[in-house]
């Protein structure tokens, strides 16, 4: 992988793991704790 490919990955990556917490935020504001603190939890993982 050259250095292009690692920054796009990196982007892709940080841009998921972004996703996850706006789902996450949309899961507890609507009352849904356990699955928000699951989808936090994995969050984590994907940077």
């Known amino acids: 992988m050259n250095t292009e490919e690692k920054r796009e990955y ?3 990556r940080i841009d998921s793991a972004f996703q996850t917490y706006e ?3 949309v ?3 609507n009352g849904f704790w356990n ?3 699951n ?3 994995y969050s984590l993982f994907m940077q």
């Open 10 to 12: 990196a982007k892709y």
């Open 23 to 25: 789902a996450a935020k």
């Open 27 to 29: 899961l507890s504001e």
């Open 35 to 37: 699955s928000a603190v």
């Open 39 to 41: 989808t936090l939890y």
